[in-house]
């Protein structure tokens, strides 16, 4: 069995959901044929450190959550950081997990470029290299016949990029509409229960849903990179952030989401990318006013739910969590899971 050497860029929320994953769920990934062992991780808050014999996620998440520091591991040498750390550190698979650049796709824009051009396997929850460079990381990945994941970048954990070259390659999917930004779902919805708009708000960043600076979320730059992303590799367009159409919920208040009540529909915002002819048309992101028959209309709360429209099985709906540290984490376990299959030993 080939044991995959993993590098981690990034031991946040993500990362060390990643560790739990590896920690808890070793039985059934070894059951599942995968062998992964951690041979660096770097951090710029808790430190940077590797190990050609394998870092215990473990001991990580204890000295992460016991001292702050990753340095006072056991027998592991200090580390570098950023492009310099992914080409001295021995890696099959880098997972990138820092945070999401919407503006220039960096610092993780800069890493996957490296990882790829090494020669590594790429798995990324960054919404900022797909959203932004899609075409180029694609073509890089594939001159150095390595793969490029990101299962993490859309719906966090719940299956669907994925679920694409599985059970719907062939389906002849042609268009997908959905609720992709739990945030302004879950404020639409609390405005629905009479709350104001800063109310709702304020109540989603303390419930964690929402970052200190909720622009990301509210203005619609975070469904619109998943519109792309999906609009490129469901679709096989070749979008970037500045073709999405935008909108987001600011300025939307309890009077226009009571007024859409008393008609009988309900605000949600959409984010929707279609094929005509083999083109991909109207990635756009906004707020739809849809009756209550509507699918999308009946997801209340942070939840996702997303919609394929299919030649062969009509419309096909998943719904899951959009966020969270296990969930996001096992989307990254899943693409080394989908890279093992294809790739092999």
């Known amino acids: 069995m080939k044991t995959w050497r993993v590098l981690l860029l990034g031991f946040g929320t993500v990362g060390q959901g990643v560790a739990e994953r590896l920690r808890d769920g070793a039985t059934e990934l070894a059951a599942g044929g995968l062998d992964a062992r951690i041979v660096g991780v770097i951090d710029p808050a808790l430190g940077s450190i590797a190990s050609a014999e394998g870092l215990d996620p473990g001991q990580l998440l204890d000295l992460a959550n016991r001292s702050g520091s990753l340095r006072d591991y056991p027998g592991a040498t200090l580390a570098g950081s950023g492009a310099d750390a992914i080409e001295a550190i021995d890696a099959d698979v880098v997972f990138e997990m820092t945070p999401t650049n919407l503006v220039d796709g960096g ?28 075409s180029e990381l694609a073509e890089l990945a594939r001159a150095n016949d390595v793969q490029l994941r990101c299962e993490g970048t859309v719906m966090s954990g719940t299956p669907l990029l994925n679920v694409c070259d599985g059970g719907l390659a062939g389906a002849g999917v042609y268009g997908v509409r959905g609720i992709l930004n739990g945030t302004c779902n879950f404020v639409l919805s609390r405005m629905e229960a009479g709350v104001d708009y800063d109310e709702a708000l304020a109540e989603a960043q303390e419930l964690g849903y929402a970052e200190t600076d909720p622009s990301g979320d509210v203005e619609g730059w975070d469904a619109a990179a998943k519109v792309a992303i999906l609009g490129n590799l469901v679709l096989g367009g070749a979008l970037t952030l500045s073709d999405v159409s935008r909108e987001g919920i600011v300025g939307i ?41 509507d699918p999308l209309a009946a ?20 719904a899951g969590p959009g966020a969270g540290r296990a969930a996001t984490g096992h989307a990254l376990i899943a693409d080394l899971l989908t890279i093992h299959r294809q790739v092999g030993s």
């Open 299 to 318: 997801v209340c709360g942070p939840a996702n739910l997303l919609t394929f429209e299919t030649e062969a099985l009509g419309p096909v709906s998943i």
């Open 107 to 134: 610092p993780g824009l800069q890493h996957v470029r490296t990882a790829l051009g090494l020669g590594r396997h790429v798995a990324t929850t960054n919404k900022g290299p797909v959203a932004l460079a899609w």
């Open 253 to 293: 208040g309890k009077g226009d989401v009571r007024s859409a009540a008393r008609q009988g529909t309900r605000l949600r915002l959409v984010g929707s990318v279609r094929a005509v002819d083999g083109t991909v048309v109207e990635p756009k992101v906004g707020v739809e006013e849809l009756s209550l028959d």
